[in-house]
């Protein structure tokens, strides 16, 4: 009966440990006959019934069996804003796998801001995630049809990002070998714009300790520079395990109205984000969890 009310698995381990342990055959202080001119506390009838429960409870113990979370995985959000009908998707980060696109398109719409000042906007926005290249694509429109007093800025908004793990192995060279692995970050921008806009980019790339970040922004036509390729070098070894993560950042706004006065503005802005594996010293390789080959990117 020591069975009843027991619910912790220990306790079900405990008293079989005790089952196989104490039979009368076994125990020092019989001293005659066997099992049956003494039966202990065992007794032949519900011992393997005993053993296939207990078996049964160990195996399916929480945390004997866990599955283990793959070390790779993507995020897509797609976001637009200040006008009536936008809003937000979001994948979540999904481990272990390798692509997600995100969307966001509410209609064109004209619309009545504080009552009676007339306007039109549309705003879209898509996030393309993959292992290697991310894509953001985000677009504004604000127009004034009749109005004095307006809202902020229509707005597009887009981010994507991957992690991976990377493995440093070699056929010829020993663990403990020193390596350079060498990443691109490579983003490129194309973008238009009218009269009132503003918008900006950004990438970051990381490879175990080392981080490269390329940036871009946009005003009123006035825009930075082309941003220049990162360069992500990473002394380690073979044998090592490192990290990876990249993330872009995509914002575009059309403005209503500024001082002067001026109105309307529109912006799109396309960029692609590219880490590439473009040299690894010695005789190695790498590979990734995801299975992306790096170099072909």
């Keep these: 009966m020591w069975l009843r009310g027991r619910s912790h698995v220990g ?51 929480p945390g004997l069996a866990a599955a283990s979370t793959p070390n790779y995985g993507v995020e897509s959000r797609a976001l637009t804003g200040t006008m009536p009908g936008s809003g ?80 440093v192995v070699s056929d010829t060279l020993p663990n403990g070998a020193p390596i350079t692995l060498t990443f691109q970050e490579a983003l490129s921008i194309d973008w238009e714009g009218s009269s009132l806009h503003d918008g900006k980019a950004s990438c970051s790339l990381q490879v175990g300790s080392s981080s490269a970040l390329s940036s871009w922004s946009v005003a009123n036509d006035v825009a930075s520079p082309a941003p220049t390729t990162g360069i992500v070098v990473v002394k380690t070894t073979v044998g090592a395990t490192l990290s990876m993560s990249a993330r872009l950042d995509v914002f575009a706004r059309g403005s209503f109205f500024t001082p002067g006065p001026r109105y309307d503005g529109s912006l799109t802005v396309d960029a692609v984000c590219r880490t590439p594996l473009v040299s690894i010293s010695g005789d190695a390789r790498v590979v990734a969890e995801s299975g992306t080959d790096y170099e072909s990117i």
């Design 11 to 61: 306790a079900f381990r405990a008293g079989f440990t005790a089952i196989l342990c104490v039979r009368g055959d076994d125990d020092p202080r019989s001293n005659a006959g066997g099992p049956e001119a003494n039966p202990g506390m065992c007794n032949n009838n519900v011992r393997a019934p005993l053993v296939v429960l207990c078996g049964i409870l160990t195996a399916t113990a």
């Design 88 to 167: 937000a998707t979001y994948s979540g980060y999904l481990a272990g796998e390798t692509e997600v696109d995100a969307d966001n398109d509410p209609p064109a719409i004209d619309w009545l801001y504080n009552i009676n000042q007339q306007l039109h906007a549309d705003a879209e926005s898509h996030a393309s995630t993959t292992m290697g290249e991310l894509v953001g694509h985000a677009y504004a429109l604000a127009q004034r049809i009749a109005a004095t007093n307006f809202p902020p800025g229509v707005t597009g908004t887009t981010m994507g990002r991957f992690i991976d793990r990377l493995h």
